[in-house]
T-cell receptor, first 115, second 108 residues
Framework: EAQVTQNPRYLITVTGKKLTVTCSQN?????MSWYRQDPGLGLRQIYY???????DKGDVPEGYKVSRKEKRNFPLILESPSPNQTSLYFC??????????????FGPGTRLTVL | GQNIDQPTEMTATEGAIVQINCTYQ??????LFWYQQHAGEAPTFLSY????GLEEKGRFSSFLSRSKGYSYLLLKELQMKDSASYLC?????????FGAGTRLTVKP
């Protein structure tokens, strides 16, 4: 089954404790991205990756890091989480063929709370 | 930048037709996405318009006017399960910008 998986699905942590949210896709997609979703603000792109070893900042990259060492994985790293990073996070992937048509997939989401 | 505007909330009756509008700024525009998102779930892809005009997929249709920076999602024969948020997103080179979403409530 074609899917994007994220782990963990729920996480409560404390300020300053480094954490990683994993994202993996099994569709051989080139493009992967991370979003956060907050009430009234919609989805905002954090980082994206066009392919292995190619990453770029989105709208709200401050406080986050990513890496793309292999095509299927795109982890999101919070080196020193702060309460304003409490949010719902989504990973997404797509092929770049045919201009993304019919090929957008989102992971199930990770709800992060930073105390 | 890309400002995406769509109404915050809409209400419609089961069996009716509803149109959800979206306006965006056109600098570097490549295409326009619509997603459906039920509460607590991930967004699911509905449509992607690149060219002007109307594209129909069953009960859902999406329209784009590039010159006007305008799109709409048309939902026909509304069902209770269509109650969800509908997200408009513009694709600008490699950058995706989402609107805040329109929460649609379908009433019996």
């Amino acid at each position: 089954e074609a899917q994007v998986t994220q782990n963990p699905r729920y996480l409560i942590t404390v300020t300053g404790k480094k954490l990683t949210v994993t994202c993996s896709q099994n569709m051989n997609h080139e493009y992967m991205s991370w979003y956060r979703q907050d009430p009234g603000l919609g989805l905002r792109q954090i980082y994206y990756s066009m392919n292995v070893e190619v990453t770029d900042k989105g709208d709200v990259p401050e406080g986050y890091k990513v890496s793309r060492k292999e095509k299927r994985n795109f982890p999101l790293i919070l080196e020193s989480p702060s309460p304003n990073q409490t949010s719902l996070y989504f990973c997404a992937s797509s092929t770049r063929d045919r201009g993304f048509r019919d090929t957008q997939y989102f992971g199930p989401g990770t709800r992060l709370t930073v105390l | 930048g890309q400002n995406i505007d769509q109404p915050t909330e809409m209400t419609a009756t089961e069996g009716a037709i509803v149109q959800i509008n979206c306006t965006y700024q056109t600098s570097g525009f490549n295409g326009l996405f619509w997603y459906q998102q039920h509460a607590g779930e991930a967004p699911t892809f509905l449509s992607y318009n690149v060219l002007d005009g109307l594209e129909e997929k069953g009960r859902f249709s999406s329209f784009l006017s590039r010159s006007k920076g305008y799109s709409y999602l048309l939902l026909k024969e509304l069902q209770m399960k269509d109650s969800a948020s509908y997200l408009c997103a513009s694709y600008n080179n490699n950058d995706m910008r989402f609107g805040a979403g329109t929460r649609l409530t379908v009433k019996p």
